[in-house]
């Protein structure tokens, strides 16, 4: 497999920090700008894809449920397409409850937007944000 170049890899990697930082930011506009209208988001949980609207939703949730959202990002590597994410998702509950849950994503860039998203994510610690 060979390496982005160097603009690729800018690019996508202004493309993620953009995205998750909207996400965190709960700016849901942002996060539907970074997004190809026709994305592909494939999560181990379901193990279905969902499109643009179903994610977007997703992305409202969390807003709503967890305080102060954020991504702990612990590796960001490049390929040609995109770029492999390992990161942990923390923040608050209502309750109090800390979240803290492991994550990995495989995300695919066209265009200079997010075309297909594969969300790895252990069900067990992320579960309270759903009660």
């Known amino acids: 497999m060979t390496n982005p170049t160097e ?5 996508m990697d202004a493309l ?7 996400i965190e930011r ?4 942002a996060v539907e700008q970074a997004y190809s209208p026709d994305v592909e988001y ?9 499109g643009l609207d179903a994610v977007l939703q997703l992305a409202r949730l969390f807003s709503r449920k967890v305080k102060g959202l954020h991504y702990e ?10 770029f492999v994410q390992r990161c942990r998702i923390t923040g608050e509950l209502a309750s109090g409850e800390a979240l803290d849950v492991p994550l990995c994503l495989v995300i695919y860039v066209e265009d200079g937007r997010i ?7 252990d069900v ?7 009660a």
């Open 7 to 11: 603009a690729a890899r800018q690019e």
């Open 42 to 50: 494939w999560m181990n949980v379901t193990r279905q894809s969902q």
């Open 16 to 22: 993620a920090n953009r995205f998750f930082d909207a």
């Open 26 to 29: 709960a700016d849901i506009d």
């Open 73 to 82: 990002i612990e590796s960001r590597d490049f390929f040609p397409d995109g």
């Open 124 to 130: 067990a610690s992320i579960a309270s944000v759903f």
């Open 115 to 121: 075309v297909r998203l594969y969300e790895y994510i």
